[in-house]
Structure formats: structure tokens, C-alpha cells
């Protein structure tokens, strides 16, 4: 009997490697062609061979099997905890240590668009020990590339920046375009994270020549849509529309839902800055079920601040902040600092407006305490205009501080329209805290400096919603019995109403 049970289990263990490889092979040769890869259906073969290849325990060939519809069709369509699954079934079983890496890296880009970003840093840090090992370039470039990503959202540009140039640098060794269009759209928006919106459009504008060159739809659609957000942050907002419009279009094409998300999200903003604020949020809210639906947590996060802001616009303080807390918790969970310093200065706004005032306090300080440049102006100008609510002396100070950090960011871009905005208010704010202020024949030499840095930016865009954005701030320093502001207000709502 016992010889019997050895005869049998041996054969059909080969028997069963022999029939899943056969399986493998089936579904391999039925695959469509790649230009016919539209949707998850398209990709059935491939799946199921995988799955074949796992259970012959073939994993170097369901590696290659995955590598082929990962980043370009899984990825870019949403399916995360999908390519999670796959991965994992690599994980620990592949000894060709360039599939090792792939595998690896994979594993961190879903982490890191799952806002699993400590999990991905561990990751990519593995793939990069194992990457010590071998001499490739190209590998090397992608995973700097991803390393760059997750510092980037960690809101540790300058590390992210290091990364993306040495990717770039590895890149052009290589001659790889893709991959050195990948890392000038990245360093893009990392100049555009540290506010100079200019060298940002300059590595978009190179990365969509090449985007373009190549015939990569997904790098068009990107970069596109990140040239949109580059352009409406100095204040060309009409033209930012376009570049939305165009990368919208290009991601139902290619089904890059992540790219659809950033479109609707960043056109919303757009069409806030318009004043069409109905349309602003049906397009915050599209952006919204997209990241949902792909379990895209940092842009769940992006779109729910987006719509609290929008409620906070329209007076509706409850929801606000509901909305702004969801964010933050979400952002805080992720790690995403940067979004972090924006929810909590939009908390601090709605506490500003409903009370109590110490938890506005407590917001600001929050947010300057992450120490963003493109989220502590705003932060500093909400604690300044809380103690003057309060009647506090720390008013003049705050507002100065507001001054400083405002032109950190207007250094850099001097049309970056709402630091020019901010600016302004903060000189309103200093004027305001002089003893001369009493005097009546002196405010309009106090009001002046502000009065130029409003004329410079209603010069810059003066788009209803932006305009009124401004006149909001101004109301709450109104709000506290200030008397003397009539020049600023004529000026704003004259720009307006022009």
C-alpha cells in the first residue's frame, strides 16, 4: 500500500506542474493584441495564465506575465488591491534578483498610491539593496523615480528632488525617454510643491514634448493636466481649463482613472476660481467617487478638503468642517504632511467662523508647526486675523510673520496670486495694529502699501471667486469693529464688478 501511495503521489505532482503550465500556454497564445487592451476583460488571459504559472510554481514567467500588464493597464486603471494580490504572490519566491526588483518596486507604487507610504519606503529600500547588486541602470532609474514619489508625498521635497535627479541622471544614461519624461514631470511638480511655479511649467513643457514624441497617452494626459495646475496658480485660469479639458480626454481614452481624478479635482478648483461654484462641486465630487472607487486614499483626501472648502465659501460651517476633519484624518493616517498643513488651515478657518477661537488657534498653529511654505502663510494670516479677534497684541506680530511668509513663496513666483493676495491682507492687517491707525488723516499712508500689492494682484487675475475669497478675509477683519477699510473694499469689489 505504501508503495502504491508513492507511485500515485508522485506522478501527479508532475502531472499537475505539466497540465498548469499547459493551461499557462493556452491562455498565453488567446491573448488579444495590445492595442486591444481596454478594460479588466481585455486582460483575462493574462490573468489567468499568472495564476496557472503560480500554481506550476513558475514564478520567474508569471513575473514577466504581470510586468506586462502592471504599470500601463492595472495601475493605471485602478486596480490596486488587485496588483497587491498579485504581487504578494511573488513575494519571497522569485531568485533572478532584476524580477526580485520589479516585484518589489510594484509592490511599493500601490502601497504608495493606497497612502500606505511607510510600507512602500520599505519596499523600495529593499528593492534598492537588491538593486546594489546588479548593474542596471534602467531599474535603478525607475526606482529612484519611486523613491522620489514617496518623499514627495511625504512632503519632503528636497529628498524627493535628490531622487528625481538621480533617476533623470540614470535616465539619459540609458536613453530611455519614457523614463526621462517620467522624472521631468515629477520634478515639476515638485517645483511646484516648493512654489516656483515657473521652473514647474518648464519641466512639464519638456516632459510633454517628449510625452508627445514617444505617442505616451498617459504621459500626455499627466503632464497636461499637471501644466493646468502650474498655469491657474498664477492666475491664468482660462488657460488652465484647456490643459484639463485636454487631459480629461486623454484619460477616458487611455482609462487612466487616476489622471481622470486629477483632471475633475483640478477643474473643479478652476471653475471655483471662476465663480461657478455648482459646477465646482460636481466636478470635486466626480474627482471624489474616481478616488473612491480606485481606493486612491491621498486623492480621497485632496477631494473631500476641496468640497469642505467649497462649503466653507457658501457659509455652510457644519459640513465644512465634517468634510475638513475626514481629510485630515485620512492625511494624517497616510502621512501626506502637505495636505495635512491645508486641512488643518481650512479647520482653523471654519473654527475662526463658528468659534470657539482657541480651537482656530490650535489649526493655525498646527499647520505652521508642518512648516509647508504653500500651506504657512495662509496658517500664519488665519492666527493673525484670530488675534485680532480676540483683541490680543500678538495680532501685529502674527500679521508680519503672515508678510514674511507670504513673500517666501512670491520670491519664487512673483504672480503666485494667492500669496499676492494673502500679502495684501497681511498689510491691511499691519496697518490696522499701528498706534497712528486712531488717527484718522494717517490711514490712508497706512492702507497704501496694501492697496498696491491688491492692484498688483487684481492685475494678475481677478476672477470672481478669487476676488471673493479676498473680500471674505477682509470681512472677518471688518467683523471686529475696524473701521477705515472703505478704500480696500471699493478697490476689490470694483475689480469685481470690472
Not at 504621459?219 to 488652465?240: D, F
Not at 465659501?313 to 504632511?337: F, M, N, R, V, W
Not at 482653523?348 to 467662523?353: C, N, S
Amino acid at each position: 500500500m505504501k508503495d502504491k501511495q508513492a507511485f500515485n503521489s508522485e506522478p501527479m505532482s508532475y502531472t499537475r506542474q505539466a497540465l498548469e503550465l499547459r493551461a499557462a500556454d493556452y491562455y498565453a497564445s488567446i491573448r488579444k493584441p495590445e492595442y486591444e487592451w481596454k478594460s479588466i476583460e481585455d486582460l483575462i488571459p493574462q490573468l489567468t495564465q499568472f495564476r496557472h504559472q503560480v500554481c506550476a510554481v513558475d514564478y520567474e514567467g508569471a513575473s514577466q506575465t504581470l510586468r506586462a500588464i502592471d504599470y500601463d493597464y492595472l495601475y493605471l486603471w485602478g486596480y490596486y488591491a488587485r496588483l497587491i494580490d498579485l504581487h504578494s504572490q511573488l513575494l519571497g519566491n522569485l531568485q533572478n534578483p532584476r524580477l526580485v526588483m520589479d516585484n518589489l518596486v510594484g509592490l511599493g507604487r500601490v502601497c504608495r498610491a493606497t497612502g500606505k507610504f511607510t510600507q512602500a519606503v520599505t519596499y523600495y529600500e529593499k528593492a534598492l539593496d537588491v538593486g546594489g547588486t546588479i548593474d542596471d541602470s534602467y531599474r535603478k532609474s525607475v526606482l529612484f523615480g519611486h523613491l522620489g514619489s514617496v518623499y514627495r508625498a511625504l512632503g519632503k521635497i528636497k529628498q524627493a528632488i535628490e531622487f528625481y535627479e538621480q533617476a533623470l541622471a540614470l535616465a539619459l544614461e540609458v536613453a530611455d525617454r519614457r523614463l526621462q519624461c517620467d522624472q521631468l514631470g515629477h520634478l515639476g511638480m515638485c517645483y511646484r510643491s516648493l512654489g516656483a511655479m515657473h521652473p514647474g511649467i518648464q519641466y512639464h513643457q519638456q516632459a510633454l514634448v517628449i510625452a508627445r514624441e514617444i505617442g505616451n497617452r498617459a504621459l500626455e494626459g499627466a503632464n497636461l493636466s499637471s501644466l493646468g495646475s502650474a498655469t491657474r496658480a498664477i492666475g491664468k485660469i482660462e488657460e488652465s481649463l484647456i490643459y484639463y479639458r485636454q487631459a480629461l480626454d486623454i484619460a477616458r481614452q487611455t482609462h487612466d482613472r487616476r489622471v481622470e481624478g486629477f483632471a475633475f479635482s483640478s477643474m473643479g478648483g478652476a471653475y471655483r476660481a471662476l465663480g461657478d461654484i455648482n459646477y465646482a462641486i460636481e466636478c470635486y465630487r466626480q474627482a471624489l467617487e474616481i478616488a473612491r472607487e480606485t481606493g486612491y486614499r491621498q486623492g480621497e483626501a485632496i477631494d473631500l478638503g476641496d468640497i469642505a472648502s467649497v462649503y466653507y465659501t457658501l457659509g455652510k460651517y457644519d459640513q465644512a468642517l465634517e468634510l475638513y476633519e475626514q481629510a485630515l484624518k485620512i492625511s494624517s493616517e497616510i502621512g501626506d504632511s502637505r495636505q495635512v498643513g491645508y486641512h488643518l488651515v481650512g479647520l482653523g478657518k471654519t473654527w475662526l467662523a463658528m468659534g470657539p477661537y482657541s480651537r482656530a488657534i490650535d489649526c493655525f498653529r498646527q499647520s505652521l508647526d508642518v512648516g509647508l511654505p504653500d500651506s504657512a502663510y495662509r496658517a500664519a494670516l488665519g492666527l493673525a486675523v484670530t488675534y485680532l479677534t480676540l483683541g490680543k497684541p500678538e495680532a501685529a506680530a502674527a500679521f508680519g510673520d503672515a508678510i514674511v511668509r507670504s513673500r517666501v513663496l512670491l520670491d519664487k513666483t512673483q504672480d503666485n496670486y494667492r500669496a499676492l493676495y494673502a500679502l495684501a491682507t497681511a498689510k491691511v492687517g499691519v496697518a490696522i495694529c499701528d498706534p497712528l491707525w486712531n488717527n484718522v488723516r494717517r490711514r490712508a499712508d497706512l492702507l497704501a502699501p496694501a492697496l498696491d500689492k491688491y492692484r498688483r494682484a487684481l492685475e494678475i487675475t481677478a476672477m470672481p471667486g478669487v476676488v471673493r475669497d479676498a473680500l471674505r478675509d477682509l470681512e472677518l477683519i471688518r467683523a471686529v469693529g475696524v473701521e477705515g477699510l472703505e478704500p480696500v473694499f471699493a478697490l476689490l469689489e470694483g475689480g469685481l464688478n470690472g
